[in-house]
């Protein structure tokens, strides 16, 4: 269930928002996603498949880089029943989709709803990102 969360339809407030909608893999964790030796820390083998994979898709959706502030909702539909965090997947999963030129910064995003849904064989996320304005997060 998601609370105090609402479904903005960008064409029904502003005709020219734009929206993106996107399903992925289900993300790493951020243990998963960065790997460390000694200091220094790096992207994990994990995290390198993840983001090739959201890079994929981001570039056969070929919406573009959206510039504005957005809003944006996430699905998780995770592989199995073991408890997890969903806070523990969400950097992995912005830092991807900003690698892969969704957004250019994941500063952008004013307004985000993570959402667990059920056990999915494999896992997976949608993900939909909409331009906002200042108005409509209010």
Request: charged share 20%.
């Amino acid at each position: 269930m998601s609370i105090g969360c609402t479904y903005i339809n960008s064409s029904a407030i502003i005709p020219h928002m734009k929206t993106i909608k996107l399903t992925l893999p289900y993300p790493p964790t951020v243990n998963h996603y960065w790997g460390q030796l000694g200091s220094r820390k790096f992207l994990g083998k994990k995290g390198k498949e993840f983001r090739e994979a959201v890079f994929l898709c981001v570039y056969s959706a070929q919406q573009g880089t959206l510039n504005a502030r957005l809003h944006m909702e996430v699905y998780l539909y995770p592989p199995d029943n073991r408890k997890r965090d969903v806070d523990n997947v969400l950097k992995p999963l912005l830092d991807a989709l900003e690698h892969a030129g969704t957004y250019e910064n994941d500063s952008q995003i004013d307004k985000l709803c993570i959402t667990r849904m059920d056990v999915t064989k494999g896992g997976m996320c949608d993900v939909v990102i909409t331009e906002i304005n200042q108005e409509s997060i209010a």
